[in-house]
């Protein structure tokens, strides 16, 4: 066969501009002169066109002067002249879509309805008219806003737009992560509507972490285990989520979830889709269900009454508000109480406490309002000041728990802090010490009293045992993780017995034994990374672990990586459905699955979309 002739390749020469008035424009050779295009770009070609048709300009402007140099760049600046005449509205529309996109985004951070992206031009408008009322180019600014696409229909679309980025974003750094671990709950709409809600947390080589919502779907009929684990699992395929990587899977302790054999978690320990993965029960909903065990009905039940009559009508709350106004009260209103919010006990306690001054005085001088001895019981109010002291602790606690980018470490160290400060509240109430009692100690010198004098002490502190007993039953699942997590802070401690933290790390993350008992030898002798590991700062366990290369300690950096993407709770999953809630509200109650899982993802999201990419592949138009 013939050999395949090689077609050759011509490239513009600068030196062309001034010696024959010739540009490079948009991949073409342009004579400057009339415009005219040659075919290839060839010196032959250019000097042609230039010496027959344009010969008078070799003698009107001479080769290397000042005035041919001048003449190039008057003609060039006529060129870029006429082509702006196509370009900048192409530039003005793109920009305006652009800055759609921009406003689209804040919108959805912000869980605000599509057409409030009208309300914002017409802000922008009205605040133009007079904040640019001295710039000599005020119209061109107005214009410029008036151009901006933010019409009901154009906002949604701009919604899914941003939402398919940004999910787009979270499935590449799904693929590049080493292991991810998941959070389930479930819960109900505005329309009574089921929704599962599912984070990941993804962790990287560099030890870094990532939160996101993967996503929000909605169950049709039942909730049962099945019907959670199919939607889930059609959800996987269709996605392909690389299921190998899953660490762990934590939950709220509704049966659907934890049920022993037909509970989601106990569906995926079933699959064989599903590597050995560990689950969890959220910590913040156990801390939260330690805190029932208090068995005060009595002091609760009053407490509603008195703030139920003085709440449930109108004319009531007003009068007692006035009432709290004239006597210069510290708040204006009581708190009420439910077992669904996890604060509100304490809170709620705590308020009745400070204002229980002011509630007798109105009670007794109200004519349609029932007075309870209680009130003055002595007993009764120590009850209830043990009450709103030991509640506003278990608050504290439960506030320290939540927020994002909370690892189970941190988590596990705020559990046991507690524990170890109920025995020290515990010893302090015997030896009559009430620093951990406030409202105690302010209830006893109101009556004249000593700690001494505290005859119930006794039943507070089994009150105190009731709760401790409560944590050490419910925290059990932890147990396994805590000598690991201990062990991953400090792994120099002295005295470690490698076999049994190789055997204990083993059964967590399923790791070859002998290889850990390997890997932990050859680091307690490692002179160097020791002496790096004692001169970093306390809390910088993850960064030593970045530093560990992977070809010399594949396994104890695999346990590191497991144990920085578990979740200890289900907080991300409570706090979507906060957002949810503003989302679907009863003004926008037939808001579609799709875009409520768009508007959801951008309300969550950390990461910041492709404004530019995304113009670049809309159609953009200036709004009409």
């Known amino acids: 066969m013939a050999e395949t002739k090689r077609v050759k390749t011509y490239h513009f020469n600068r030196e062309w501009e001034e010696d024959y008035f ?61 082509q702006s005449i196509f370009t900048k509205p192409s530039n003005k529309c793109e920009a305006a879509t652009i800055a759609s996109y921009r406003i689209s985004h804040v919108l959805a951070k912000h869980k605000k309805p599509f057409k409030d992206g009208e309300t914002i031009k017409e802000a922008f ?49 799904i693929n590049v992560c080493e292991c991810f671990s998941l959070q389930f709950d479930e819960s109900t709409d505005m329309v009574d509507q089921a929704q599962l809600c599912v984070f990941v947390r993804m962790a990287f080589e560099d030890m870094s972490t990532k939160d996101e919502l993967l996503t929000i779907l909605s169950l049709k009929g039942h909730t049962r285990g099945i019907d959670i684990f199919n939607v889930f699992m059609k959800f996987v395929s269709e996605q392909k989520l690389s299921l190998f990587k899953l660490v762990s899977i934590t939950t709220d302790g509704a049966p659907a979830m934890t049920g022993r054999t037909s509970g ?31 068995n005060m009905k009595d002091v609760m039940d009053i407490a509603m009454k008195v703030v139920c009559s003085l709440r449930a009508r109108s004319l009531q709350r007003r009068l007692f508000r006035a009432h709290l106004e004239e006597h210069d009260a510290e708040h204006v209103d009581l708190l009420l109480h439910t077992d ?53 602790e278990l608050n504290e606690l439960n506030l320290e728990l939540q927020g994002k980018n909370k690892d189970i470490v941190s988590m596990i160290t705020s559990i046991n802090t507690f524990k170890s400060k109920l025995y020290l509240m515990s010893t302090r109430l015997q030896s009559g010490n009430l620093r951990n009692f406030p409202h105690i100690q302010a209830e006893l010198q109101r009556q004249n009293k000593s700690a001494t004098h505290l005859a119930s002490s006794e039943g507070y502190q089994g009150h105190i045992q009731a709760i401790l007993t409560e944590f050490e039953k419910r925290f059990k699942d932890f147990s396994s993780i805590q000598p690991i997590a201990s062990y991953m802070c400090n792994p120099f401690i002295a005295g470690i017995d490698v076999g049994e933290i190789a055997v204990k790390l083993n059964a967590v993350f399923d790791l070859e034994t002998f290889a850990l008992e390997d890997e932990i030898l050859m680091l307690q002798n490692d002179v160097c990374l020791k002496a790096r590991s004692t001169s970093s700062q306390s809390g910088e366990h993850v960064v030593f672990w970045k530093d560990l290369t992977k070809g ?21 999953c409570e706090s979507a459905f906060s957002h949810m809630k503003i989302i679907k509200s009863k003004y926008r109650s037939t808001i579609t699955d799709d875009h409520l899982a768009a508007c959801l993802r951008l309300a969550t999201s950390s990461y910041t979309p492709d404004y530019e990419k995304l113009a670049s592949s809309s159609q953009s138009q200036i709004s009409h």
């Open 552 to 572: 010399k300690y594949p396994n104890l950096r695999r346990c590191a990586l497991n144990l920085t993407a578990l979740f200890g709770s289900t907080y991300l």
């Open 125 to 173: 408008l009205e605040a133009a008219d007079s904040l640019f009322d001295e710039y000599k180019n005020k119209t061109k600014i107005v214009q410029a806003i008036k151009e901006v696409q933010l019409s009901r229909n154009t906002i949604t679309r701009r919604y899914e737009g941003l939402a398919r980025d940004v999910e787009r974003q979270l499935v590449a750094d």
């Open 264 to 294: 989601f978690v106990a569906l995926c320990k079933q699959s064989e889709l599903f590597p050995g993965i560990l689950s969890y029960h959220c910590l913040i909903h156990q801390q939260a269900l330690c805190g029932k065990v208090l």
């Open 22 to 82: 010739f540009v490079n424009s948009f991949s073409k050779v342009v004579c400057l002169i009339c415009n005219a295009t040659v075919a290839l770009a060839k010196k032959g070609n250019v000097e042609r066109h230039f010496k027959t048709v344009h010969g008078s300009y070799e003698k009107d402007f001479p080769a290397k002067t000042p005035s041919r140099t001048l003449k190039v760049q008057e003609l060039k600046a006529q060129l870029l002249a006429r």
């Open 340 to 392: 669904v919010r996890w604060l509100s006990k304490g809170k709620f306690l705590a308020r009745f406490k400070m204002l229980l001054p002011e509630i007798k005085d109105f009670l007794k001088h109200s004519k349609n309002l029932e007075y309870y001895n209680k009130l003055d019981d002595h007993q009764w109010l120590m009850d209830l000041s043990f009450l709103a002291d030991i509640t506003g």
